[in-house]
């Protein structure tokens, strides 16, 4: 009796084991499977490092727990609740989860409550399936006794140096080259689909922080800075600068880049009819560093005249780099003189609104609370109640004003039914709730636009109009219109996905000035506006403007050269190379 009761716990012990190898196995696979098959489309050597990680994270806690059961049941809980919060922000913003995003959870909660978290029958059964992995792992019978803590101490440490080591390991550029470790941080959802979230995200963890450019110096960055002091003319006199209104409006932008669709209405008509005319009015294509989402990086390389192409895919420098007081547009004008408002009509902690604005220098910053007697489409103030805000504060004026207004009227999610919104633009062969909803908001935008600009075509004193999209809608609302043009989102050419990045923008004002047409990035923009408006530019923006002569798109997304080709980082001049250093200047020293 005792012989079989010995050979019960011998083998109850080893199918311990066995469990303590073999979950962690089962749960990258499962953690990959609520997006896609991790045991096809993960290359052969990634599969391993994910596992391996994976299998000295469980032995670590248990020697923290003491129990296989406990390590077990806490990792596969942390990777199925990871991979299911992964699963809704790629679906929401066409991009994964990154380690910064853990900066965005303020931002994130405020905005859950507009979008669908209806699971789909793949989620389903994933979760089911880690559930069902929970309880297997309750079987798991191995533990160590309490009275062995050296040995529990010893241990945990030993997996915990083990776990840094492969980390720093996997982090180095070489090594991952060597094991085609896909390590290109510009293309985050393909990246993440090769090599597997985990260990995506320990190759994301150095972009944390930004590393000084190569051959940095803060003196020769400020003796060059100086070549540009009083660098550029100076077109107005004393007392007649123009008020600036700035409109970075949420998610607009003419889905027509992406390829020719029939809609039952035209979409922008009032915007279409001012391109065409070109009355005082420069326009043309932006290219931001965003898509779907992470409205706060247009606005960032709009107000500083920084770009994203110098900064880690996906991270947010409202929430990780902006901590004091640096050069930006709004303080630079209000040197000159002028009021500066930062408004939006939602709440002041999205993207840390509330303590970046004063950092770059307005002296006014309204949100939500102050916007009374405003209307809403779906959950959001429109964008014609913004724009009376806007007019009401011009009206009330002291001195020239720069007011900059992010909109939320189009903000996701686009499927969702309202009482207070019928969506009512349809696509010729296509039937899809969500683009009809994002096309009928975008005719608001433009009806509501349209009005701004017949308010300020009326005054007197000199206004200028900037208005842009911060970026283009997330892949299931552009998925109908590309697949109209014989492509989906997973098959998109290199010049497909670079239109992708790309939304109207206009600068208007109600006097004469040069009209034209050009593309440019969003760094560039508040150059444009002050060069227009007659100021003199920063040195920091005069040393953009002559930059964009030979580099007129640098973003987070591509650089593009004079003559319309796409430059590779390790193609990167020596203009590219003093602005990277410049703006590192500029950031952080």
Request: proline letters at 4%; aromatic letters at 14%; one cysteine or more.
């Amino acid at each position: 009796m005792d012989s079989e009761v010995k050979q019960i716990l011998k083998w109850e012990k080893a199918l311990s084991y066995a469990g303590l190898i073999l979950c962690p196995i089962v749960n990258f696979y499962l953690l990959e499977g609520y997006t896609h098959n991790g045991f096809t489309e993960v290359r052969h050597w990634s599969q391993f490092f994910n596992i391996l990680l994976l299998e000295l994270f469980a032995w670590m806690l248990f020697f923290v727990f003491r129990s296989g059961a406990a390590a077990l049941r806490t990792e596969t809980g942390v990777l199925m609740v990871f991979g299911l919060v992964n699963y809704y922000v790629y679906a929401f913003r066409s991009l994964p989860l990154v380690p910064w995003d853990l900066l965005s959870l303020k931002t994130a909660v405020s905005v859950a409550d507009n979008y669908d978290f209806t699971p789909t029958v793949r989620i389903v059964t994933v979760v089911l399936l880690f559930v069902l992995l929970l309880f297997l792992e309750g079987f798991c019978k191995l533990k160590l006794e309490k009275s062995r803590w050296r040995a529990r101490l010893t241990g945990g440490c030993i997996f915990l140096v083990l776990i840094c080591t492969l980390t720093n390991i996997l982090q180095k550029e070489d090594f991952q080259n060597r094991h085609r470790m896909y390590n290109k941080l510009f293309t985050p959802v393909f990246m993440w689909q090769v090599n597997g979230l985990v260990l995506t995200w320990v190759m994301e963890m150095p972009f944390l922080a930004v590393e000084k450019p190569s051959g940095y110096n803060s003196g020769e960055a400020e003796e060059l800075l100086g070549e540009y002091e009083n660098n550029s003319e100076i077109l107005l006199k004393e007392g007649e600068m123009p008020n600036m209104i700035v409109v970075m409006d949420e998610a607009f932008s003419d889905l027509s880049v992406l390829g020719e669709f029939q809609a039952s209405e035209e979409v922008m008509p009032h915007l279409h009819e001012m391109q065409k005319s070109g009355e005082n009015l420069l326009t043309g294509y932006l290219n931001v560093s965003v898509c779907g989402g992470n409205t706060a990086n247009t606005e960032f390389e709009f107000l500083t005249g920084n770009t994203m192409a110098f900064l880690p895919q996906g991270s947010i420098p409202f929430q990780q780099y902006i901590k004091e007081e640096i050069d930006a547009v709004p303080g630079y004008l209000k040197s000159l003189g002028y009021e500066t408002y930062g408004i939006h009509p939602y709440h002041a902690g999205g993207w840390d609104r509330d303590q970046v604005y004063p950092l770059l220098g307005f002296e006014n910053a309204l949100f939500l609370p102050d916007f009374t007697q405003v209307s809403y489409l779906r959950n959001y103030v429109d964008d014609a109640s913004c724009f009376r805000k806007i007019i009401r504060l011009y009206e009330n004026r002291e001195a020239p004003a720069f007011i900059f207004a992010v909109t939320m009227q189009n903000h996701g999610s686009y499927s969702e039914s309202y009482n207070n919104f019928v969506p009512h633009i349809t696509v010729e062969g296509k039937s899809s709730f969500s683009l009809s909803t994002y096309l009928s908001l975008i005719q608001k935008t433009d009806e509501a636009f349209r009005d701004l600009i017949e308010y300020f075509s009326q005054e007197k004193d000199p206004v200028m109009v900037v208005f842009f999209g911060d970026h283009q809608p997330n892949d299931t609302v552009a998925e109908p219109i590309l697949e109209l043009n014989g492509t989906t989102y997973k098959t998109l050419s290199q010049e497909m996905r670079d239109k992708r990045y790309q939304v109207p923008y206009v600068i208007w004002t109600n006097y004469e000035t040069e009209s034209g047409k050009k593309d440019i990035s969003a760094n560039y923009l508040a150059g444009e506006m002050m060069e227009r408006a007659g100021l003199p530019l920063p040195a920091y923006h005069s040393f953009l403007q002559e930059m964009q002569e030979e580099y007129p798109v640098i973003s987070g997304e591509r650089v593009v050269d004079s003559r319309g080709g796409r430059v590779e980082k390790k193609d990167f001049g020596e203009k590219i190379k003093q602005y990277q250093k410049l703006q590192y200047y500029e950031m952080f020293e």
